[in-house]
């Protein structure tokens, strides 16, 4: 089964983690990932996510599975942060997904299902799995030119 896969095209923002590791200057600062490391290239718990992390043990009291959607009390309250406290909440639905690209199949699919015909417009640069996840779902892609490599500028 495997032998048929065809190898993913190398993606160039992990690459970038080798360039930063080949660099030797030491004044090096890591913006390649999107995570924080201090000077000693380490990645830290910060205080308040170690904060969170002892709320939620000390009041959590299941691990049971959670329904389709999610937790609902953290979509609510999402819903209330991104839309406003006054927003009519019968009006809005959330659901939790794993991760960005885990969120971004999600609404392929949906789309797929429900808008067969959409055309998803993608930026160009956009992230390198963008595309393999709409293609995937068998949309329709088309790309737009934001960034103007050769003046620095967006358009």
Do not use: C
Not at 100 to 117: F, I, M, N, P
């Amino acid at each position: 089964m495997f032998e048929d896969l065809q190898p993913a095209p190398a993606d160039k923002i992990l690459a970038l983690i080798g360039l930063y590791r080949a660099d030797p200057r030491p004044d090096k600062v890591d913006l390649g990932v999107g995570v924080y490391k201090d000077r000693d290239g380490k990645t830290p718990v910060m205080r308040a996510v170690r904060e969170a992390e002892k709320r939620l043990l000390q009041s959590q009291d299941t691990k049971t599975y959670l329904g389709l959607a999610g937790d609902t009390d953290f979509n609510t309250a999402m819903a209330r942060l991104v839309f406003g406290p006054a927003a009519e909440l019968t009006r809005i639905r959330a659901a939790q997904a794993p991760g960005g690209s885990g969120a971004l199949r999600l609404v392929a699919e949906l789309l797929k299902r429900t808008r067969s015909d959409a055309t998803i417009w993608l930026s160009d640069p956009t992230w390198p799995n963008h595309m393999p996840v709409m293609r995937a779902a068998g949309l329709r892609i088309r790309e737009y030119r934001y960034f103007d490599a050769a003046s620095g500028a967006v358009r």
